[in-house]
C-alpha cells in the first residue's frame, strides 16, 4: 500500500527558479527518502533523511523533516532544464528490514 | 553500497506467454529483496518481498499463482510472470537491502520494462 502522498502532483516552472514538494506519510518511520525518475527510467537516490534529523542539504536539495507533522519536504533551488523528472518520497516502517514505501510522487517540468 | 542488475531490462511477448525477469545483487548477499510494479505515470507499488529460501510475502491484491517468485540464492531472485495478458504490461523494479555506511539503505535495480502484446 502507499504510505506517501506527494503534493502538488505537478509543477511547471521556469529555470532558475526554486521548486518545493511536499509529502506526508502516516505511520512512524526510520526513514525518508526522496528519490528521482526520468521518464521512463529507474530511480534515482537523492537524499536520506532519519527520522532524528529535521533538515539535510545535498548540493541544490534541501530536504527536511517534521515527524510531529508526518511530513517532509524536497526543495530545488536553481533549478534547470534537466531537474525535469518524477519526484518520489519513500519511507520504511519502524521494523527493521522492511520495504520502502511510496508516494505518489510530483512531475516537475522547467522550461528554458 | 550495493549494485543490484536486473535481466532483461525490456521485453516484449505475446499474450499467454510466460516471461521471467531476474535480480541479481552483484556485490551484496541479500536474504531479503522487494519487487516493486510501475505502471506508466504511477508511483511504484510493492509487489512482494522475496526471502531466501523460504516463500515470498506478497502483498494484499497480487496474485502469487500468477506472479511467481523464487529466491533460489543469496545474490538472484526472480520473477515469473505466468500467462501474461496486456494488463501486466509494466515497469518491474527489484530492491535489497545493503550496507551504505553504518546503516543499511535499499538499493534498487534499473528495471525492466514488459510489453505484452
Known amino acids: 500500500s502507499q504510505q506517501g502522498e506527494e503534493d502538488p502532483q505537478a509543477l511547471s516552472i521556469q529555470e532558475g527558479e526554486n521548486a518545493t514538494m511536499n509529502c506526508s506519510y502516516k505511520t512512524s518511520i526510520n526513514n525518508l527518502q526522496w528519490y528521482r525518475q526520468n521518464s521512463g527510467r529507474g530511480l534515482v537516490h537523492l537524499i536520506l533523511i532519519r527520522s532524528n534529523e529535521r533538515e539535510k542539504h545535498s548540493g541544490r536539495l534541501r530536504v527536511t523533516l517534521d515527524t510531529s507533522k508526518k511530513s517532509s519536504s524536497l526543495l530545488i533551488t536553481a533549478s534547470r532544464a534537466a531537474d525535469t523528472a518524477s519526484y518520489f518520497c519513500?519511507?520504511?516502517?519502524?521494523?527493521?528490514?522492511?520495504?520502502?514505501?511510496f508516494g505518489k510522487g510530483t512531475t516537475l517540468s522547467v522550461s528554458s | 553500497g550495493a549494485v543490484v542488475s536486473q535481466h532483461p531490462s525490456w521485453v516484449i511477448c505475446k499474450s499467454g506467454t510466460s516471461v521471467k525477469i531476474e535480480c541479481r545483487s552483484l556485490d551484496f548477499q541479500a536474504t531479503t529483496m522487494f519487487w516493486y510494479r510501475q505502471f506508466p505515470k504511477q508511483s511504484l507499488m510493492l509487489m512482494a518481498t522475496s526471502n531466501e529460501g523460504s516463500k515470498a510475502t506478497y502483498e494484499q491484491g497480487v496474485e502469487k499463482d500468477k506472479f511467481l517468485i523464487n529466491h533460489a540464492s543469496l545474490t538472484l531472485s526472480t520473477l515469473t510472470v505466468t500467462s501474461a495478458h496486456p494488463e501486466d504490461s509494466s515497469f518491474y523494479i527489484c530492491?535489497?537491502?545493503?550496507?551504505?555506511?553504518?546503516?543499511?539503505?535499499?538499493?534498487f535495480g534499473p528495471g525492466t520494462r514488459l510489453t505484452v502484446l
Open positions: 519513500a519511507t520504511d516502517a519502524i521494523q527493521a528490514g522492511t520495504a520502502l514505501i
Open positions: 530492491s535489497l537491502f545493503g550496507l551504505a555506511g553504518p546503516y543499511n539503505e535499499q538499493f
